[in-house]
């Protein structure tokens, strides 16, 4: 959030409810609080959302929660709101929520865009409820482990927005194949950014410690076989240690295949990436 001062000595107490949206953008103020804004105006703090209600009908600002409110820059207001990438780090810090942007909405930044996410992933340290402003949808996943997870600091028009590392967003896609469209999709996104990059293999066994051994078990048969990602026998020697019960390929196919001894992992289906 761009922080600035509200000064009662200059022309702020001029300002009308109508020019909000422009003045915050002229000072480069990509939001503010209701608290804010109501000194900015000079007027009560439950006068505000009545003031702002003609620039909301107009797309000239959005409350995507509670006591912020967000300009809406002019090149975006036929979309009713900013790109969601725009405003995520400012609505979680509002809502005092640590996240990282995940899974497909991470793996487009990542270069995987084999198929453009029609919503806005995020992994939040407490529920939130699924939310569109303007044209983002956003899904909010409740995850325990955001703070152990390797995250990447991704710039955007108005900040950095937390993003998870190519290693994390890799042990995601294969943790949660229901969240990525199934494990064909999840194959696709899986060779995309292997192709885009090497993953780090170290840090991929490392960091699979966080996660259950069957998603480790998972990327590593997908990765030997649908890509040409080196040295995979750090992940392979992590599955060897953690002895549990065989894993399967696809949570959502019934639990009958041929068994990979590699992995410990049944092929439970037959996978059929079309990148």
């Not at 107009?58 to 979309?79: C, D, K, Q, V």
């Not at 325990?144 to 290693?167: A, F, N, P, W, Y």
């Not at 992590?238 to 049944?266: F, M, Y």
Request: hydrophobic share 40%; aromatic share 6%.
């Amino acid at each position: 959030m761009n922080n600035f001062l509200v000064n009662k000595n200059s022309n702020n107490e001029n300002l009308k409810a109508s020019d909000v949206s422009k003045w915050l953008l002229a000072h480069g103020a990509t939001s503010i609080t209701t608290d804010k804004l109501a000194a900015l105006l000079d007027v009560p703090k439950n006068h505000v959302p009545q003031r702002m209600m003609p620039l909301r009908r107009r797309s000239e600002i959005i409350s995507p929660a509670n006591g912020l409110w967000i300009p809406i820059p002019p090149e975006y207001m036929t979309w009713g709101a900013p790109p969601a990438i725009d405003f995520v780090d400012t609505l979680l810090r509002h809502l005092k929520t640590d996240y990282y942007v995940g899974w497909l909405s991470a793996a487009e930044i990542h270069g995987a865009s084999h198929h453009a996410p029609q919503v806005f992933q995020v992994a939040t340290s407490r529920s939130l409820r699924s939310k569109t402003v303007g044209r983002s949808k956003f899904q909010f996943y409740h995850r325990e482990h955001i703070k152990q997870v390797s995250l990447v600091k991704v710039e955007t028009k108005t900040g950095m927005v937390s993003v998870s590392c190519r290693e994390t967003t890799l042990l995601d896609i294969a943790n949660d194949i229901g969240i990525v469209g199934g494990i064909n999709n999840a194959t696709n996104l899986i060779i995309e950014m292997c192709e885009n990059e090497n993953p780090d293999i170290d840090l991929l066994a490392k960091l699979s410690e966080i996660y259950p051994v069957t998603t480790a078990r998972r990327l590593g048969y997908l990765m030997e076989f649908f890509t040409s990602a080196p040295r995979l026998e750090k992940l392979e020697e992590h599955c060897e240690g953690r002895k549990t019960a065989v894993s399967i390929l696809d949570p959502q196919a019934p639990p009958i295949g041929k068994l990979n001894t590699r992995w410990n992992i049944k092929i439970n289906r037959e996978v059929s990436p079309d990148v």
